[in-house]
């Protein structure tokens, strides 16, 4: 099984700020079949990148994705008031399909 | 655009089995997708539990593979969740899910979760 831990459990900032959450897996994560999704109270996950650092259709551009094996980023360059949430990675090269622990994102 | 609505028991005693159906709308279970459940604990993370083909192939979560069963219905383009001897532990928010191969089976499409209680 492939264990991805995620860092900072929790992230205070500011809208306007530029936000950087981690994710480590062990094992690597072949292929960078990696993705970001984030989460809102009482809401599904929501699919913001795949593959390390592909950006899905209607989400914004101050969303990215970088990383490779196991070390993988997501950043938020300015945030807005939206944003604020939490943010869960997931690899999807092996079954289980795993996901970090999560990294809330909060004002 | 595809939809996925989760139905079933809110409420399951312990010891007892939940049983979920997930109906798909706006694309074909048939198509080259997996389909899978994923659930949350009220205040915690993400748990995927498993995954099925439209074969009926399936791919399950090893710390729940002796409890679980998945399958899938063609015909009704819909495709179900099985877990046995739930406890406590079990209480969460269960989702389906579509692993799209447009996505490299990242998932791209939930449905709304339906809390699933176990209490008796």
């Known amino acids: 099984e492939i264990v991805l831990t995620q860092s900072p459990g929790t992230l205070s900032l500011s809208p306007g700020e530029r936000a950087t959450l981690s994710c480590r897996a062990s094992p690597s994560v072949t292929g960078n079949f990696l993705a970001w999704y984030q989460q809102k109270p009482g809401q599904a996950p929501r699919l913001l990148i795949y593959d390390s650092s592909r950006r899905i259709a209607g989400i914004p551009d101050r969303f990215s994705g970088s990383g490779s094996g196991t070390d993988f980023t997501l950043t938020i360059s300015r945030l807005e008031p939206e944003d604020f949430a939490v943010y869960y990675c997931?690899?999807?090269?092996?079954?289980?399909?795993?996901f970090g622990q999560g990294t809330k994102l909060e004002i | 655009q595809v939809q996925l609505q989760e139905s079933g028991p809110g409420l399951v005693k312990p010891s007892g089995t939940l049983s979920l159906t997930c109906a798909v709308s706006g694309d074909s279970i048939s198509n080259t997708h997996w389909w899978s459940w994923v659930r949350q604990a009220p205040g915690k993370g993400l748990e995927w539990i498993g995954e099925i083909y439209q074969s009926g192939a399936t791919n399950y979560n090893p710390s729940l593979t002796s409890r679980v069963t998945m399958s899938v219905d063609v015909s009704k383009n819909q495709f179900s969740l099985t877990l046995n001897s739930v406890t406590a532990a079990d209480t969460a928010v269960y989702y389906c899910?579509?692993?799209?191969?447009?996505?490299?089976?990242?998932?791209?499409?939930w449905g709304q979760g339906t809390l699933v209680t176990v209490s008796s």
């Open positions: 899910a579509r692993e799209a191969a447009g996505y490299q089976l990242a998932i791209d499409s």
């Open positions: 997931q690899q999807y090269v092996r079954s289980p399909r795993t």
